[in-house]
């Protein structure tokens, strides 16, 4: 199995930026899709970008695609999700996890780990 911890989270205002950090620990990082998930007060979690297992296919919710980027360094085990533009609406407890799926899943239910989550907060 593989542990994950999240950092990176904080408070920030509308049209800044944060950089979020997921390190695994455990089994090969690389054997691992990776995802980025996130859930806001009284909503169910929700996806917001998953990479596969090189980094060469990424895929994004439409809420976020063109701002958040997210990637990975095999090397070093860390996933990574780079939020521009912030906006209030992404203010949420972002989660990565890890699937053993090929597939390009969107569905939380398919990923097999989870971190504890790191709170995001963006002002208006």
């Known amino acids: 199995q593989v542990q994950l911890v999240e950092s990176g989270g904080g408070l920030v205002q509308a049209g800044g930026s944060l950089r979020l950090s997921c390190a695994a620990s455990g089994r090969t990082f690389s054997s691992y899709r990776m995802g980025w998930f996130r859930q806001a007060p009284g909503k169910e979690r929700e996806f917001v970008s998953t990479?596969?297992?090189?980094?060469?296919?990424?895929y994004y919710s439409d809420a976020v695609k063109g701002r958040f980027t997210i990637s990975r360094d095999n090397a070093k085990n860390t996933l990574y999700l780079q939020m521009n533009s912030l906006k209030p609406e992404d203010t949420a407890v972002y989660y990565c996890?890890?699937?053993?799926?090929?597939?390009?899943?969107?569905?939380?239910?398919?990923?097999?780990?989870w971190g504890q989550g790191t709170q995001v907060t963006v002002s208006s």
């Open positions: 996890a890890a699937a053993s799926t090929y597939l390009a899943t969107t569905a939380s239910d398919d990923y097999n780990y």
């Open positions: 990479i596969s297992r090189v980094g060469v296919n990424r």
